[in-house]
């Protein structure tokens, strides 16, 4: 059973750096996207940044482009790294892993807030 899990949430104050991880545990073949996604209070679940095609393309929101990089260690870690940090980061955060048959894996989320 494939597994992932958040590390690196917490509370910072605004302008501050939160660096996010993720660890996929269990067998997952051919993967070839990574992603990270976030949802704030009364609002939908959006991309914030992605790796993919092997990782060989890279996507961001532009509230965020700037300001956060999304990177992996292998198939089964990403990362983001998130600098200048504002309130309206506020938000769960979720890894995603995908892979070349349609599989997505999800994890069960960070939660990240910015104090003004």
């Known amino acids: 059973q494939v597994q992932l899990v958040e590390s690196g949430g917490g509370l910072v104050q605004a302008g501050g750096s939160l660096r996010l991880s993720c660890t996929a545990s269990?067998?997952?073949?051919?993967?070839?996207?990574w992603g990270w996604y976030r949802q704030a209070p009364g609002k939908q679940r959006e991309l914030v940044a992605s790796?993919?095609?092997?990782?060989?393309?890279t996507n961001y929101a532009d509230s965020v482009k700037g300001r956060f990089t999304i990177s992996r260690d292998g198939a089964k870690n990403t990362y983001l790294q998130m600098n200048s940090l504002k309130p309206e980061d506020n938000a769960v955060y979720y890894c995603?892993?995908?892979?070349?048959?349609?599989?997505?894996?999800w994890g069960q989320g960070t939660q990240v807030t910015v104090s003004s």
């Open positions: 995603n892993i995908g892979n070349s048959i349609g599989s997505q894996y």
């Open positions: 790796l993919t095609n092997g990782g060989s393309s």
């Open positions: 269990g067998s997952i073949f051919r993967v070839n996207a």
